[in-house]
């Protein structure tokens, strides 16, 4: 079975860091590109980062753009987000997310998203 | 960067009512557009990808269409499970999601 399972997140202060993980089964994260998306509460989706099957590309929301860091372990088939000096607005529910293609632009579409991670940030 | 407005925010239809949904892109993204639900406390699923092709396993009665700066979602036929909120998302250069469209079955 495709299954992507996030972890990692928690209750953080401001300022703070955390490390998000996402361990995919029944494919490889090498042979497609994979993503981050979040959702604040009572909002919409927003794409965070995403990186090309053989991380090649990489690219970031302007949002998080030299806070987040995106990598990607395939012996270990996961991918993780490291989230630096993190803010308040950061605070959402995090899914991974798999795309139906390799590069990460053109994107394909995202056919297999994980349950979410949440991540609130609060003094 | 490429704006993509969604609209309605919100729309209240009954069971068999035909439904359309519009995504607009400025400037144009060709037919680099997918089609998203999502239910209340689950993951969005994928419905269409590259503005009109169905995602396997999806029903018939959702379909997509256009290309450039102006994309519908149709539910031919509402159901009492598309009760949700769907959202379009760019797919080239940029990977911005629309704000979304809330539907109620009357």
């Known amino acids: 079975e495709v299954q992507l399972v996030e972890s990692g997140g928690g209750l953080i202060q401001p300022g703070g860091s955390l490390r998000l993980s996402c361990a995919a089964s029944?494919?490889?994260?090498?042979?497609?590109?994979m993503h981050w998306v979040r959702q604040a509460p009572g909002k919409g989706l927003e794409w965070v980062s995403g990186?090309?099957?053989?991380?090649?590309?990489?690219d970031y929301a302007d949002s998080v753009k030299g806070r987040f860091t995106i990598s990607r372990d395939n012996g270990k088939n996961s991918l993780y987000l490291q989230m630096d000096s993190l803010r308040v607005d950061d605070t959402a529910l995090y899914y991974c997310?798999?795309?139906?293609?390799?590069?990460?632009?053109?994107?394909?579409?995202?056919?297999?998203w994980g349950q979410g991670t949440t991540v609130t940030v609060s003094s | 960067d490429i704006q993509l407005t969604q609209s309605p925010s919100f729309l209240s239809a009954s069971v068999g009512d035909r439904v359309t949904i519009t995504c607009r892109a400025s400037?144009?993204?060709?037919?680099?557009l997918a089609w998203y639900q999502q239910k209340p406390g689950k993951a969005p699923k994928l419905l269409i990808f590259?503005?009109?092709t169905l995602q396997s396993g999806v029903p018939s009665r959702f379909s997509g269409s256009g290309s450039g700066t102006e994309f519908t979602l149709t539910i031919s036929s509402l159901q009492p499970e598309d009760s949700a909120t769907y959202y379009c998302?760019?797919?080239?250069?940029?990977?911005?999601f629309g704000g979304g469209t809330q539907v109620e079955i009357k």
């Open positions: 997310a798999k795309d139906i293609f390799g590069p990460l632009v053109p994107a394909g579409g995202l056919d297999v």
């Open positions: 590259t503005a009109s």
């Open positions: 990186i090309s099957w053989n991380s090649g590309s990489i």
């Open positions: 400037p144009g993204i060709r037919r680099y």
């Open positions: 029944g494919f490889s994260v090498d042979d497609y590109a």
């Open positions: 998302q760019q797919l080239n250069p940029y990977l911005t």
